[in-house]
């Protein structure tokens, strides 16, 4: 993320070092999306109380967690009805849920 990019972002009051923006960019590789989160999160520490920031996360982290368990549970009952119905494969299936072939074969029961 370029410093303009940073200041668009943020403002160009947001308190945030060259330094500080800088390790947070190599830190978080190619991955844009990590890179501004991880950017909003060291703006929101010097602007906002730690502890309500952290509980913010941790209830995004939490509700994030419950959609995934509940999206593989349905996929789950997915690949078993379409493939013993025989309306799919076991790769296609895989392919299309974006899992590997394996984790279906474990939900198969394989």
């Known amino acids: ?5 940073l ?11 060259d330094d500080q923006a800088d390790d947070i ?4 590789g190619d991955d844009q999306d990590k890179a501004r989160e991880a950017l909003t999160v060291a703006y929101r520490l010097m602007r906002e109380d730690a502890d309500v920031v952290v509980a913010d996360l941790a209830q995004r982290r939490a509700a994030a967690r419950a ?3 509940d999206a593989l549970a349905g996929l789950q009952q997915a690949a078993i009805t379409l493939i013993e119905r025989g309306d799919a494969t ?5 392919r299309q849920a974006g899992v590997d072939r394996m984790t279906v074969r474990k939900w198969l029961g394989k």
């Open 90 to 94: 076991e790769s296609g299936f895989a």
């Open 25 to 28: 960019n190599t830190r978080s």
């Open 67 to 69: 959609a995934e368990l």
């Open 7 to 17: 200041d668009a972002r943020l403002g160009d009051d947001h308190g945030l070092t």
């Open 1 to 5: 993320m370029q410093r303009y990019e």
